[in-house]
């Protein structure tokens, strides 16, 4: 199983306040967290904003300088460490593209400041790295603000949103059964999400028509990882939900109800019919990027939703 790792740039470079003995454990630090990807069967790609080697680790201290005064087993490691620079090398994704040259209708920042590895991160649903140069660094789940013009809207939409992350070993075990779950299910291509959703997806049940709708879903499709994130957050707070209303603020991600105006206006588009033959009006949805995405719910009973649409926009 592969597993890109995101390199977060703000954790490096020229405004880094330490030493280069400070740096040298850091790195150290750093490489640990790799190897222990590897004990978990996971072969970790590395994806950096800039070529690794060339990336500065504290002030006046470039990676370069630090392989030549590094040991005999961490300069081997960092040899055959895959690296992949810029962050869309061999992917063809368009978001990630215009969130690198900073010419797409989206940002994503982290207390203010451009993050553009955090971002690719939560794009395609992988995990941040990060060199542990601060408190901010020291977490598992790192917050963004993600900000992007919906075209079909017109709207500028603003979000907050979680993103997996490391810089010590510890985080890594904190994303243990994500990890467990990529190596389990190596999701290719909607069919093949809709072909396994009875094991991936319990307590999820699924109109048919969405069958349909995850069959245009081909691999290099960009919108995959996105359905695929959502129904896993879905599964597992649904799991969890044992009496009373389901909490919807309870999910990772935003979700938003229809307003009265759509309600009214799109209620026959939004009425499908479920498993049970009843037909029910979806009105609670998630966005998914790229696009005006939306992924309608309906909390039937504890431990129990169904999932209604997976597309575009209902226009």
């Not at 790229?290 to 504890?302: H, M, S």
Request: charged content about 25%.
């Amino acid at each position: 199983m592969e597993i890109d790792l995101i390199l977060n740039e703000l954790s490096m470079g020229e405004s880094i306040s330490i030493d280069k003995h400070d740096a040298r454990q850091l790195m150290s630090e750093f490489i640990n967290m790799i190897r222990l990807f590897k004990k978990h069967q996971v072969k970790a790609t590395l994806r950096t904003k800039y070529d690794f080697h060339t990336i500065i680790v504290a002030r006046d201290y470039p990676i370069g300088q630090w392989f030549n005064e590094a040991d005999r087993e961490e300069r081997l490691f960092i040899k055959t460490l895959v690296t992949k620079s810029p962050f869309s090398n061999d992917i063809d994704n368009l978001d990630i593209k215009e969130l690198e040259t900073g010419s797409g209708a989206s940002e994503f920042r982290h207390e203010g400041k451009l993050a553009v590895g955090l971002g690719v991160a939560y794009l395609l649903d992988s995990i941040a790295i990060s060199l542990r140069s601060s408190n901010y660094w020291n977490t598992p789940y790192v917050n963004i603000d993600f900000k992007y013009f919906e075209e079909s809207s017109h709207d500028l939409i603003e979000t907050k949103e979680i993103i997996k992350h490391v810089s010590q070993s510890n985080h890594v075990k904190e994303h243990l059964v994500w990890i467990n779950r990529q190596i389990q299910s190596e999701i290719t291509n909607g069919e093949v999400l809709w072909v396994q959703k009875e094991e991936l997806f319990p307590s999820l049940v699924f109109c048919e028509c969405v069958g349909k709708q995850l069959l245009d879903i081909k691999e290099s499709n960009p919108l995959l990882k996105q359905i695929i994130k959502r129904l896993f957050e879905l599964e597992e707070q649904t799991q969890k939900w044992t009496d009373g209303n389901f909490d919807i603020n309870l999910l990772p991600s935003k979700v938003t109800p229809e307003s009265d105006t759509r309600l009214k206006n799109f209620q026959q588009e939004l009425t499908f019919q479920c498993p049970d033959g009843i037909y029910r009006r979806f009105d609670l949805h998630l966005r998914m990027t790229p696009g005006a995405n939306r992924l309608y719910f309906y909390p039937i009973e504890p431990q129990k939703l169904i999932i209604g649409y997976i597309g575009l926009k209902i226009q």
